[in-house]
Structure formats: structure tokens, C-alpha cells
């Protein structure tokens, strides 16, 4: 290679400043993209319950938070609730009180979500009960 | 007359007294998971003497029976394992005490999760060893333990069954309670990040998704590639906390905690009982109220 030291120095940095954009993507640290959890939006769900015997009291938990309760309901029941309900569905906790010594009680749940897909769940039991239901 | 009438008199009294004496020995039962132990002291109650070789605490990976345990076991009417090849030791046992006594095989009875067994370079399918973090397990290793007692006491058949029945109840409202508990996780954050692949059995009954360190054996030690997938799958998964188990090294799950920056929220029992914490209730009680309150911050 012929040339003044001066004039080779500034080909190579030329040629340098040249390939600067390919250094740069080869030798930048590889980030690992981080997919945040999706936020689960609040959601309107309808609930209607039917007993086959009255409770003393129901209520019912969302995520340990109790979200909907009441004392002597009515042989049947139907409200809705704004929750975060993600579309796979999600569960929920019943307590239901029914009388000590009582015969063997039943409780249907449906949920309706705001897809207005229904599910329908049941719950069976004496006394006090606690137990969680799936939808779906 | 009089002193021979007396003697032999006392000699009927003692006859008379030794021989409902022999009539109630108990059955001697040998334990060697801390789990089963709980379970023969329960479901035989006053009927068993159980000898638990392995004592809460211990690592069932890495006992050994000493010759003082070979003295038991050989006189022994029960021997109960843990199983799913827990126990390597079970032959080299069986041949040293000559033991007549059952030895019942408790894990085997129950149904099985595979899993990657790691060894030095190369790897093979296993089973999952620790069967005990599921309560349904456990309700069905009570069934077997209380079936086996029967069968070498049938005299005591209504007693076993009776305080199996109550025992069972009491499982199965440990398990209502476990899945109350978790429920107040999102199901997106049931993730489960520890030191070594011990909860499969736990996942698969309450929804969660195991992320381990390690393998099956606290020993396993981690490859630095298989740290950083896991550091990455934490990453990407969103996991906001990490647990570490009572009887290992938390110092590389602390290490993964800050590399990610998730929460190191406290030790899991995951081998068993120990001093602390020493019975099933507790130890589900424990595991599950750490976990759940670790996640859902």
C-alpha cells in the first residue's frame, strides 16, 4: 500500500466511521426483552345463585378480598360484579352458612362473563362451608 | 399347707396378669420418611410403637441407616418407605436385618410425575420422589398405612379404620384450606421459583408452574447456561418473588433474586418435617401461606 502515513491513517479511519453502524449492532449486549404480565382489567360478571336451602349468610371472595355478601338470602340470587376476570376465567371463593345440623344443602352458581359465556358450578355441604369454585 | 396354697395362688395371680399383657403388644412399626411416621403414630394410635429413623430435619437424599436403625427394623412387624427410589438403601436393609416385617413400599402406591434426573454430564427420566406435598397423596398413603396395619392386626381392623377416617377428615379440610389460600393468587402469578425439583406434586394439584435451580437432589449443582435460561424465563414471566428450601444453600437463589429482581421470600420444607415445623398441617401451612404471601406482593 502505497501513500504520506497521514493519508493511510485517514483511509482507515474513514473506513472505520464506515462500518461504525454493523460494529455497533454486533458488539451492543444482547437485551432479553422483558414481556410484561398483561394487566387483567376490570370486567362485569353476573352472578345467580340458587339454594336448595337457605343459608344463614354467603359470601363471596375474589383474590381474598370479599366482594359480594349477605345475610338470609333469597332462595335464589342474582347480581353482577366489576372484577378483574381474565378471559381464560378465574376463580372465586363461597362461604356459605347454612344452620349446624341441618340436612345435606346445595348451592348452583352461574356465571355469566362479558363474553356472555355461562358457566355453572355446584357447592354441597352442612354448617359452615368454604370452598372454591373454578369458571371454567 | 397354708404358704403352698399362697404360693401358688400368686403364681395364678401373675399368670393371670401377664397374659392380657401379651394380648395388647403393640405392633412395632418402623418409619423411615417423617411424613409416614405421622401417619403410623395417627392411624395406630395406641396399637403402634413407631421408631422414626428418619428424624424431622434430616435430608432423606442423603441418610444412611446406622446399625442401631439395622436393630429395629430387623425386629420390626411394619417398615414403611417413602419410595419412588428415595431409599437406596432399601435392599442392602432388607438383606442386613433379615427383617420378617412388611416392608411397604408406601410411595409406589401412588401415581407418579417424571422429571429430568441430572448425573454429573448426562441425564435421564425419573420419578418425582416427593409425593408428600400432595394432601390427596397423602390421604391415599393414610389408606395404604391403615390397610397394612389391618392386614397384620385384623383384631384392631375397627380401630385403625376409625382414627384413619377421622385423620382423612382432617386432610381433607387441610386441603379445602390450601386451596382457599391460593386462590387469592391470579392464577398468571402462580409461579413457583426454587431451589430444587421438589413440588411437582404441589403444582399439579394447586395450578402453579415449578421453576427450578436444580434437579431432584439439593446436590445437583446448576450450570452457569441453565442459570441465566432461568434468570431470563424469570425475567420474562414476570415472577415477583423467589423461595428457598430449610435444609439447602439459599445463596443461589438470593443471587438469581437480585439478578432479576424479584423477592427472596423465605424457605420452603421441602424434604419433610423438621423440629420447627413437625407435623403435615403445619408444614402445608407454612409452605403455602410463604408462598402466596411471597407472590402476591
Redesign the interface.
Given at each position: 500500500m502505497r501513500g504520506s502515513p497521514i493519508r493511510r491513517a485517514v483511509i482507515a479511519f474513514l473506513l472505520l466511521l464506515a462500518m461504525m453502524p454493523v460494529l455497533l449492532k454486533v458488539t451492543a449486549p444482547r437485551v432479553q426483552a422483558v414481556v410484561p404480565v398483561a394487566a387483567v382489567v376490570a370486567k362485569k360478571v353476573q352472578l345467580a345463585l340458587a339454594f336448595t336451602a337457605k343459608p344463614e349468610r354467603v359470601a363471596i371472595l375474589h383474590l381474598g378480598r370479599e366482594i359480594w355478601g349477605k345475610e338470609m338470602p333469597d332462595a335464589e340470587e342474582e347480581f353482577s360484579l366489576e372484577i378483574p376476570w381474565p378471559e381464560q376465567g378465574g376463580e372465586l371463593v363461597f362461604r356459605v352458612d347454612w344452620p349446624t345440623g341441618g340436612p345435606l344443602a346445595a348451592m348452583r352458581a352461574r356465571l355469566t362473563d362479558a363474553r356472555d359465556v355461562e358457566i355453572e358450578r355446584s357447592l354441597w355441604g352442612t354448617g359452615p362451608v368454604e370452598s372454591v369454585l373454578n369458571f371454567p | 399347707m397354708k404358704k403352698r396354697t399362697f404360693i401358688f395362688s400368686a403364681i395364678l395371680l401373675a399368670m393371670a396378669a401377664l397374659h392380657p399383657l401379651q394380648a395388647q403388644d403393640k405392633l412395632k412399626v418402623s418409619s423411615f420418611s417423617t411424613i409416614l411416621t405421622e401417619i403410623a403414630q395417627t392411624v395406630g394410635g395406641g396399637r403402634v410403637i413407631v421408631t422414626a429413623h428418619l428424624k424431622p430435619g434430616v435430608d432423606p437424599h442423603d441418610f444412611e441407616p446406622k446399625p442401631s436403625d439395622m436393630r429395629i427394623v430387623a425386629a420390626a412387624d411394619l417398615v414403611l418407605l417413602s419410595a419412588k427410589h428415595m431409599e437406596g438403601y432399601v435392599s442392602r436393609l432388607q438383606e442386613a436385618t433379615g427383617t420378617q416385617g412388611k416392608l411397604l413400599h408406601v410411595g409406589d402406591t401412588l401415581p407418579s410425575l417424571k422429571l429430568t434426573v441430572q448425573h454429573g454430564d448426562h441425564s435421564h427420566d425419573g420419578e418425582d420422589p416427593h409425593w408428600w406435598h400432595s394432601v390427596r397423596n397423602i390421604i391415599r398413603a393414610t389408606k395404604s398405612v391403615r390397610d397394612e396395619l389391618s392386614r397384620i392386626s385384623p383384631a384392631d381392623k375397627p380401630l385403625f379404620t376409625a382414627n384413619a377416617a377421622a385423620y382423612i377428615t382432617r386432610l381433607e379440610a387441610l386441603d379445602?384450606w390450601v386451596?382457599?389460600k391460593?386462590?387469592?393468587?391470579?392464577?398468571?402469578?402462580r409461579k413457583l421459583v426454587t431451589n430444587h425439583d421438589a413440588f411437582g406434586y404441589f403444582a399439579k394439584d394447586y395450578g402453579f408452574t415449578v421453576m427450578p435451580i436444580a434437579g431432584v437432589s439439593k446436590n445437583a449443582q446448576p450450570g452457569s447456561k441453565a442459570v441465566a435460561e432461568l434468570i431470563?424465563a424469570i425475567?420474562?414471566?414476570?415472577v415477583k418473588a423467589v423461595f428457598s428450601e430449610d435444609i439447602a444453600n439459599p445463596k443461589a437463589i438470593q443471587e438469581i433474586a437480585k439478578e432479576t429482581g424479584a423477592v427472596f421470600s423465605g424457605k420452603l420444607m421441602s424434604d419433610g418435617l423438621d423440629p420447627k415445623v413437625s407435623t403435615i398441617e403445619g408444614m402445608f401451612k407454612h409452605n403455602v401461606s410463604t408462598i402466596v404471601d411471597g407472590l402476591?406482593k
Open positions: - | 379445602q386451596k382457599v391460593v386462590a387469592e393468587l391470579p392464577r398468571d402469578r431470563n425475567k420474562t414471566a414476570g402476591k
